[in-house]
């Protein structure tokens, strides 16, 4: 099983993917965390991680995939674009590139680490790649994507069985959970909604979405604002499970 998070800048895509990690790898389940998002490095510190090697490196970094990339799109020919030859399990990616205990591991597929390097499409592509040829074994996939819905356009989706909109309280929030329903739908994958940060004052936001698809509501919490502050690991939350029972029944 394969659940994609995404959402709005900030809305706490990261926090719900480590959160719902947590969850699900204390059920006894292993999961793996697809870092998907190619600005962002926190997710690593939010599972109590060192910061992992970009998963790309493995494959010759991100020069050798922008040429193999290039030398695609100049092409005559219009068969797929293969980046990782096979099929793969999770015991098969590169322990160099893994970080994690033994029930929850993390890998990123890579990031931009340098001024002037160019564009995230090898990322994009690699990301939507690495997806559709995983193959569970049992475990649970988790993907931390980028802010917005780039990685809809590059496909990303694909390899999933389920997206998760997590919606902060704010209208442009409102607005792309209906794009990423939209779109989700169109691709046949079940779209679900984690109401995210929410307080007395924007309660209403639950009367502003499609109700049906939210799994669960997050409050706005001390601890979990804390943790992000001094960069520390995330704490446990009850809410969790009752939104991983939702998701994963
Ligand atoms: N329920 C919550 N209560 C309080 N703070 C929260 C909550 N959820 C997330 N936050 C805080 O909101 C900020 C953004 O969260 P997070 O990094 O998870 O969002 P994101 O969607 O992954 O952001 P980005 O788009 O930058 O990747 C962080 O400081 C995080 O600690
Ligand atoms: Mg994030």
């Known amino acids: 099983m394969k659940i994609l998070i995404c959402g709005k800048g900030g809305s706490g895509k990261s926090t719900v993917s480590a959160l719902l990690a947590r969850e699900i790898a204390g059920r006894g389940t292993r999961v ?133 909109a997590v919606i902060d309280p704010c209208y442009e929030s409102v607005q792309l959970s209906e794009k990423i329903a939209e779109m989700g739908e169109k691709i046949g994958k079940d779209v679900f909604f984690i109401v995210n940060r929410i307080d007395e004052d924007s309660e209403d936001i639950l009367d502003m979405i499609d109700r049906d698809r939210v799994i669960g509501v997050i409050p706005k919490r001390k601890d979990l604002f804390r943790a992000s502050l001094t960069g520390g690991a995330l704490p446990e939350i009850a809410i969790m499970g009752e939104i991983a029972d939702r998701l994963i029944r």
């Open 32 to 164: 793996l965390v697809v870092d998907a998002d190619e600005s962002n490095f926190g997710i690593y510190r939010m599972l109590g991680f060192d910061q992992p090697k970009d998963f790309m490196e493995s494959l010759g970094g991100k020069r050798a995939l922008s040429e193999r990339l290039m030398r695609f799109i100049r092409s005559e020919r219009r068969e797929a674009l293969s980046i990782i030859p096979e099929e793969f399990q999770i015991k098969d990616i590169p322990p160099e590139v893994v970080v994690g205990d033994e029930m929850v591991k993390l890998v990123a597929i890579g990031k931009i680490h340098n001024f002037g390097e160019g564009c995230a499409c090898p990322m994009g592509a690699l990301a939507r790649e690495f997806l559709e040829k995983l193959r569970t074994n049992g475990e649970y996939v988790i993907v931390d994507t980028d802010a917005g819905i780039e990685h809809f356009g590059r496909g990303v989706e694909t390899g999933c069985d389920k997206i998760v």
